[in-house]
């Protein structure tokens, strides 16, 4: 993501950093609030974290990389999330994968080119009766094959 750390974003990093100064301990509230200001945690953002707080680089990225609610990459505009559960692998989820691949240009954990789509596996979304399931942002689509995927993705133009 070009342009990651605009004025904007390094002045509410910076209140945000000066905010916890001196406390203890605030490292993973930070990097939450972080995240929300840039979308993601990349390295610059990681080491200006580890400058405010007085921390090791490599404290702030081992807190970044063991965690997977932090990402050091960019998502895009929707998180289409691709049940993994028994009931949607027995149903069919890895075909799933394969049609999205196919259509999106991208396997699990990417983002398509035009930044729209990121694609990750999750191990259950709770609709075992709908299965294969996937979840686009909020909004889950069950009982999926290639149609219904190709309408799903339809309606996001």
Same mark, same amino acid.
């Given at each position: /993501?070009?342009?990651?750390?605009?004025?904007?974003?390094?002045?509410?990093? @910076?209140?945000?950093?000066?905010?916890?100064?001196?406390? =203890?301990?605030?490292?993973? *509230?930070?990097?939450?609030?972080? @995240?929300?200001? &840039?979308?993601?945690?990349? $390295?610059?953002? *990681?080491?200006?974290?580890?400058?405010?707080?007085?921390?090791?680089?490599?404290? $702030?990225?081992?807190?970044?990389? &063991?965690?997977? &609610? &932090?990402?050091?990459?960019?998502? #895009?505009?929707?998180?289409?999330?691709?049940?993994?559960?028994?009931?949607?692998? $027995?149903?069919?989820?890895?075909?799933? /994968?394969?049609?999205?691949?196919?259509?999106? #240009?991208?396997?699990?954990?990417?983002?398509? @080119?035009?930044?729209?789509?990121? $694609? *990750?596996?999750?191990?259950?979304?709770?609709?075992?009766?709908?299965?294969?399931?996937? /979840?686009?942002?909020?909004?889950?689509?069950?009982?999926?094959?290639?149609?219904?995927?190709?309408?799903?993705?339809?309606?996001? =133009?």
């Amino acid at each position: /993501m070009k342009g990651v750390m605009t004025e904007q974003r390094s002045d509410a990093l @910076q209140r945000l950093l000066d905010e916890f100064k001196g406390t =203890e301990g605030p490292l993973i *509230q930070v990097l939450h609030r972080a @995240q929300a200001i &840039f979308g993601y945690l990349p $390295v610059d953002v *990681q080491r200006a974290v580890a400058n405010g707080l007085g921390l090791p680089p490599s404290t $702030v990225h081992g807190v970044v990389t &063991f965690y997977n &609610f &932090f990402r050091t990459e960019p998502r #895009g505009e929707h998180v289409i999330s691709v049940c993994t559960g028994t009931a949607c692998h $027995v149903k069919g989820s890895e075909r799933v /994968m394969d049609i999205l691949s196919e259509m999106l #240009g991208v396997g699990l954990e990417e983002t398509t @080119q035009d930044g729209r789509f990121t $694609v *990750q596996g999750v191990r259950c979304i709770g609709a075992c009766g709908l299965a294969p399931v996937i /979840m686009i942002d909020d909004e889950v689509y069950g009982k999926l094959d290639r149609k219904r995927i190709e309408e799903i993705l339809a309606s996001f =133009e």
